[in-house]
């Protein structure tokens, strides 16, 4: 199994862009393993979990609800999948949500998805 300190650490290790879903469930295809399971350091998934919280929007009373499901359940949702870890040219390594053609309604529908 292996553990992620870091997203430039996600970047170096991934095939194709691994996404939240995948760091969430702890199995992701690695391109010198293929499928295997991963965990994340707990700072990592912190700091992961925050930034997809600020992504979603919500109050604060809904943001803590969603951050706690993050941060101790495994949702399942198609949305989640849209959540990356991408880097461009020499800037630092980012999470970033690749919207569809409507991304308010998306993220209200992941919003109380995840509050429930």
């Not at 690749?98 to 429930?116: A, H, I, P, W």
């Amino acid at each position: 199994m292996k553990t992620f300190t870091s997203l430039k650490q996600i970047m170096k290790f991934e095939n194709q862009q691994m996404n939240f879903q995948q760091m969430i469930n702890g199995r992701a295809c690695l391109k010198d393993k293929g499928y295997d399971d991963i965990k994340l350091s707990p700072e990592l998934k912190k700091k992961i979990c925050i930034k997809v919280v600020d992504i979603i929007g919500g109050y604060g009373s809904t943001q803590a609800k969603i951050y706690k499901k993050l941060m101790y359940e495994r949702p399942q949702h198609r949305l989640l999948e849209r959540f990356t870890v991408s880097k461009y040219g020499n800037s630092p390594e980012i999470i970033e949500y690749t919207s569809g053609q409507d991304m308010s309604v998306e993220t209200k529908q992941l919003r109380n998805f995840l509050k429930r």
